[in-house]
């Protein structure tokens, strides 16, 4: 029997080089597409870019101090939308919790759906604001003509009186923007119309 050639150093040496690289573009690929949530995860857990906190409770601690709390509403092209705030501004005790309401309607002539993003500015004061009942990241549906008024519940952390980036701040401002959605499809009716085409074969 004849023995087959076993690699040499160099080739063993170029078979690493190109497993490695081949594992770093799978990995680069991988991350580029793990950016954007990790992204949204980091703004959300940290604040960073104006990004509110969402909180399961309210505040127990109020403080004799108030900021003034204005809101901003703004619709994408291509949702044919009127989009704007109930109130444009209101003056609240730090640690209180209060409830504005937003409005929208749908002046096009079939059902369309919308969703969307917020943010605070100044960015420093995003960490501090904290909501407890938002429509925000929600697929909203309306039909032809229909308006909906969409609750906003919220508090201003105490905290932010301490922090020396944020304690002079006396305004901030909640702002929202709805961007059109092609609205998702139920899991249940997907199911369902996967069984029929299988009833069909």
Known sequence: MTNAPQPTRKERANGVIVGTCIAFVAGMVGMAYAAVPLYDMFCRV?????????????????LDEKVKVTFDA????????????????????????????????????KPTT?????????????????KVQCFCFTETTLQPGEEMEMPVVFFVDPEIVKSVETKGIK???LSYTFY??????????????????????
Do not use: H
């Not at 444009?88 to 409830?99: L, P, S, Y």
């Not at 059109?180 to 074969?201: D, W, Y």
């Open 46 to 62: 940290t604040g960073y870019n104006g990004t509110t906190q969402r909180v399961e409770q309210a505040s127990d601690v109020i």
């Open 74 to 109: 703004n619709t994408s092209s291509g949702l044919p939308w009127e989009f704007q705030p109930v109130q444009r501004d209101i003056d609240v005790k730090i640690g209180e919790t209060v409830q504005v309401t937003y409005r929208a309607k749908n002046l096009s002539s």
């Open 114 to 130: 919308g969703q969307a993003t917020f943010n605070v500015t100044p960015m420093a004061a995003g960490a501090y604001f904290n």
């Open 171 to 173: 305004t901030l401002t």
């Open 180 to 201: 059109p959605r092609e609205p998702s499809k139920p899991v249940a009716g997907m199911k369902a119309k996967t069984g029929e085409a299988e009833n069909k074969l």
